[in-house]
């Protein structure tokens, strides 16, 4: 019995210290991972010598291995987490491998294109942008140039930001103001050259839903959609002139934001249709769910500065990118997608930004699609002093409607002036307006008299900038059938091809009209008009 008890013990106690053992391992393998976030600082002497230095970095890491590229079957250089390496390079181009080395065996690397030149740099410039109000980056590029130090000037005694050719620098502002960034490019030279410019940082534009409400387009122009590996910087694809041509059928694409919380995409017949979708990347029929038919919805989150698009289908500029990644099928469009917004201060530009997955930035400016304030239907306001003409713009005294003229001239009072939102413009005079001798009537309602009788086919030209509005028609006319930019009409058979008025808006739905009927002649025609 005792044999039997002491075997039985030692049973017990080789099935304990077999679960102990098993529940360690397993506990230490779902930790298991290789390291994260694998980058280098990397400077140049500026010596004439090659001399690099190098100080890897990585999350979950034991050590580095570091190759320089300059020998073949290379023995690595081992690094510990913020050791310094040093290495001479002779000029040429090479490409540096960084290892980090996890304490479970797994590895990561990072790789980067080096240039080594004794030639002083040359033709230095940095491309600048704001992003999100207190955010700048900077990409410079300079010939025979290895390093950039990047100062943005609001520390007195700043350190500089070192990147490789190639790299963006980022930096976040704590103020508004006027900044001076500074760009020393470097290379393997004992010469260095500097750029310098002024960045304005201004506060950030509080937005609310209905800022947004409206139609909105991608901006044509290089630049305005592309991706790359942080906000502003979109190295990896970038629209260009021939990308605006080539996607003319995707630049015309329209968000619209609903004052309801309603969004939809027009795509109209074609959009740009990639692989994923079973495309070719060219111009296309739109392909289901994102053809514009989404019932969809918005929200804005002005703390995070961001916009929620709910609803199958539907995206902002970019049919495949989710916040989980890039769509490889149509299929498997998400019910939702958050964007990161930023607004210009006459909140008719909007920056969006869309990380797809870690470190992986889209980025689309789009422009508001400015409705002009004369789109629509007008008439003459039905009110004393609305119609007259007189010596000097504002002064009617020579004539001017009074409330009896509202009466007898409620033909004239009702004609509509219709300006579309294509640049055609009619006139709608019913089945009478003012007929005055010069057209065969008596100065009382009449049928219209050809060519000022509405059939024109007419456009128009608005000119904000000149404050004045081009009618072309032979025909066409704003109020004042017999007024010309040469003088007044003695029969109609004289009617111009076009006349030009001077506009000025009161409001967005009243506007003032004048026309000097003959240059310098003094006589001033002045309408105030009411849109309906």
């Given at each position: 019995?005792?044999?039997i ?17 098993d ?8 930790e298991?991972?290789?390291p ?7 400077n140049i ?16 890491v ?32 090479y ?6 080395l ?6 990561s ?42 100062y ?8 500089a ?8 620098a980022?930096?976040?502002?704590a ?35 209905e ?59 074609e ?14 029929t ?14 804005y ?59 992986v ?47 007898d ?63 072309n ?60």
């Open positions: 019995m005792k044999i008890k002491n075997l039985v013990i030692c049973f017990l106690t080789v099935i304990a210290l077999n679960s102990c053992a529940d360690e391992v397993s506990y230490a393998f779902n298991v991972s290789a994260t976030n694998v980058a280098a600082s990397f002497s500026n010596d004439d010598t090659g001399t690099v230095t190098l100080t890897p970095t990585a999350e979950g034991t050590a580095f291995q570091v190759y320089f590229g300059d020998v073949e079957e290379e023995t690595p250089t081992d690094a510990a987490p913020g050791q310094e390496v040093s290495h001479i390079y002779e000029e040429g181009e490409v540096l491998r960084v290892v980090a996890s304490a479970s065996g797994l590895t690397e990072f790789n980067r294109n080096v240039s080594i030149s004794f030639t002083p740099p040359s033709n230095l410039s940095a491309d600048i942008i704001v992003v999100n109000n207190y955010e700048v980056s900077v990409t410079p590029t300079a010939d025979d140039a290895t390093v950039f130090d990047v943005f000037g609001e520390a007195l005694e700043e350190e930001t070192t990147i490789m050719a190639g790299e963006v980022t930096y976040t502002y103020a508004a103001g006027d900044y001076t960034i500074r760009v020393i490019a470097k290379g393997a030279s004992a010469t260095t050259i500097e750029y310098e410019d002024t960045v304005s940082i201004s506060d950030p534009v509080s937005a609310t839903s800022d947004f409400i409206g139609t909105w387009v991608l901006a044509s122009e290089a630049g305005s959609f592309g991706v790359g590996p942080a906000i502003g910087d979109v190295s990896w694809f970038s629209l260009d002139a021939q990308g605006i041509e080539d996607r003319a059928c995707f630049i015309d694409d329209e968000y619209v934001f609903g004052s309801g919380g309603t969004f939809s995409t027009i795509l109209g017949s959009t740009w249709i990639e692989a994923w979708q079973g495309g070719t990347d060219a111009c296309g739109p392909v289901a769910p994102h053809d514009g038919s989404a019932s969809a919805t918005y929200s989150d002005d703390a995070s500065s961001s916009i929620t698009i709910t609803g199958t289908g539907a995206y902002i500029a970019l049919a495949k990118g989710t916040n989980n990644g890039e769509l490889s099928a149509p299929a498997d469009a998400p019910n939702s997608i958050t964007y990161t917004v930023s607004l210009s201060d006459d909140k008719n530009t909007m920056n969006v930004y869309l990380e797809t997955t870690e470190g930035f889209w980025q689309f400016k789009l422009v508001k699609k400015v409705v002009s304030p004369i789109i629509g239907t007008w008439r003459i306001a039905s009110e004393s002093g609305s119609y007259g003409v007189g010596p000097a713009i504002g002064d009617v005294s020579w004539f001017s409607l009074d409330d009896q003229g509202i009466i001239r409620a033909c004239l009072i009702d004609d509509e002036y219709i300006f579309g939102s294509d640049d055609s413009y009619s006139v709608n005079l019913g089945t009478e307006t003012w007929i005055e001798g010069w057209q065969g009537g008596s100065d009382s309602c009449g049928a219209s008299v050809a060519p000022h009788d509405g059939t024109a086919s007419a456009t128009y030209a608005y000119d904000e900038s000149a404050g004045t509005i081009t009618i028609g032979i025909g066409a006319y704003i109020a004042l059938a017999k007024g010309t930019n040469t003088g007044e009409l003695a029969a109609p058979e004289d009617a111009p091809s076009s006349i030009v008025y001077n506009a000025t808006f009161i409001d967005n739905n009243t506007m003032s009209v004048v026309i000097e009927t003959g240059t310098g002649s003094g006589v001033f025609w002045q309408f105030k008009l009411v849109k309906d």
